[in-house]
């Protein structure tokens, strides 16, 4: 049973809380960074810096957010962000003195500041240490297994009107043994935010039940990676000027 599913018994079931707190400290999670990880990789305790995002409830509290998954992530920042996979209790040690809240998008769980420094205590006590994962993500990709004619045809249409966009790709991203995600790679200048939000929106009225997009720059080296793996749906056609 995964991490998602623990949390789904937990939240219906209180007798199950512990074994999903238990899980939850031994495992990795993720959070978003405002800007990229800055990783001490010569320190000899491996020290990362991290400069977390927070947000507000509706009353105004103040917290962290974290995810079970990357998808769950993603379904939270609805376009792409610094993201860094930490374990839970290496990163419960990092911001004990704020306050967490697990999946803050759907079914999710708040983490107390107290609740954190509790769990900490009885995770020293257990002698329970913090994992560090691998901090390169296994991530792969490849050409998409099933048509994906009408999201290219849709997204070719809003394309041909972009003149700050060069070439565009598709592939499936596999990111561990998460479900493949469609990933668009878009060759362009300027903001990214103005184009992927529209293209986003534009696109969602063709996409499937079962399709989950992501948007991605060429620019960002994982955008380079992907894109290596297939050809351009889409290129812009050269001005008078470039020909």
């Known amino acids: ?32 960074c405002k800007n990229p990880v800055n990783q001490e990789r010569d320190s000899a305790d491996g020290d990362v810096q991290l400069e977390l995002i927070t947000t507000q409830t509706p009353e105004g509290d103040v917290f962290i957010p974290f995810f079970t998954s990357y998808r769950a992530l993603q379904q939270f920042a609805k376009r792409y962000v610094d993201c860094y996979k930490i374990n839970c209790l290496r990163l419960f040690d990092l911001i004990q003195n704020a306050s967490a809240v697990l999946n803050p998008n759907s079914y999710g769980k708040e983490f107390s500041s107290q609740e954190i420094k509790s769990i900490l205590r009885i995770a020293r006590n257990l002698k329970i240490k913090a994992i560090s994962c691998d901090e390169e993500d296994t991530i792969s990709y490849r050409k998409p297994e099933h048509s994906v004619e009408h999201i290219t045809r849709a997204a070719t249409k809003f394309l041909s009107k972009q003149p700050n966009v060069d070439r565009a790709f598709v592939m499936e991203m596999i990111k561990g043994s998460e479900k493949p995600q469609i990933l668009l790679v878009l060759d362009m200048m300027g903001n990214t935010r103005k184009l992927f ?17 992501s948007f991605i720059s060429y620019e960002h080296e994982m955008g380079k990676k992907a894109a290596s793996v297939v050809d351009p749906f889409y290129v812009r056609p050269k001005r008078f000027f470039e020909r």
């Open 1 to 32: 049973m995964n991490l998602d599913e623990l949390l789904k018994n937990a939240i219906t079931d209180p007798s199950k809380r512990s074994i999903f707190l238990q899980t939850l400290i031994k495992s990795d999670v993720y959070v978003i």
């Open 197 to 213: 939000v529209p293209l986003s929106k534009y696109i969602s009225k063709i996409v499937e039940d079962d399709e989950h997009l």
